[in-house]
């Protein structure tokens, strides 16, 4: 459909401003490398930081109290990085989360910009595509994952039941194709879930709550 690019770039061009981060945060992001500049109007007054109150990286991975089940917290528009179109202030994989196979993963998404977004797990080979699929697993993804949602909180799990390398990206015509995913690998021989951000070493799965 014709209008799914203008949509899609609309959103490209909201810079949004970084969150205030301790040391275990995000890096700020290199300058961005693209045709337009940041002078459309910014987003990052718009966002409802109550939505996000009071969490921070150590909730991105986080063990249940069920046994063999993991919990994660992805946000998008985290940070400025990818004009906004990032996952916990990263994105084009430069985050991965690996779990064990087999393990249940219950998945928290929060969006707390007016630019819709979403969040679904898919092949890797589908982030090439304008618009991605349903998702591989099943249950895999938040409702109307190729609407978005802005302002908003869902959650959904699924069974990370075969082994692969697969993406946690925006389900949101184009958003996967410019970058708005990071990584999701299915391990058969890791023994704890691990969480890797950036350049740093990856790091095992904060104790339950």
């Known amino acids: 459909m014709s209008f799914l690019p203008t949509l899609a770039c609309s959103a490209l061009l909201i810079p949004c ?3 205030a981060a301790d040391a275990a945060e995000p890096a700020a992001p290199a300058a961005p490398e693209h045709e337009h500049h940041a002078d459309a109007a910014t987003a990052s007054a718009g966002r409802k930081m109550e939505l996000i ?5 150590a909730d991105f991975l986080r063990l249940s ?14 940070n400025d990085e990818n004009y ?8 084009k994989g430069g985050a991965t989360y690996t779990i064990p ?38 249950g895999g993804a938040v409702p109307e994952h190729l609407k978005g949602m802005s302002y908003a ?5 699924f069974t990370a039941d075969e082994v692969g390398d697969y993406a946690l990206a925006c389900g949101f015509p184009a958003h996967a194709l410019n970058g708005h995913w ?4 299915v391990s058969a021989e890791a023994k704890e879930p691990t969480l890797k951000l950036g350049a740093a070493d990856a790091k095992s799965a904060s104790p339950a709550k």
């Not at 109150?53 to 990286?57: A, I, M, N, P, V």
């Not at 990071?182 to 690998?185: G, V």
């Open 182 to 185: 990071i990584a999701l690998e």
């Open 65 to 78: 109290a069920k046994p063999k089940t993991v919990e994660l917290v992805v946000i998008a528009v985290y």
């Open 101 to 138: 196979l087999g393990w249940e993963v219950e998945v928290s998404f929060i969006n707390p910009s007016p630019v819709p977004h979403s969040l679904i797990v898919i092949e890797k080979d589908s982030l090439k595509k304008l618009q991605v699929p349903e998702p591989y697993f099943k």
């Open 153 to 157: 909180k869902s959650r959904f799990q």
């Open 53 to 57: 109150e009071g969490l921070s990286s």
């Open 17 to 19: 401003a970084l969150f």
């Open 84 to 91: 906004g179109m990032n996952f916990n202030g990263y994105a």
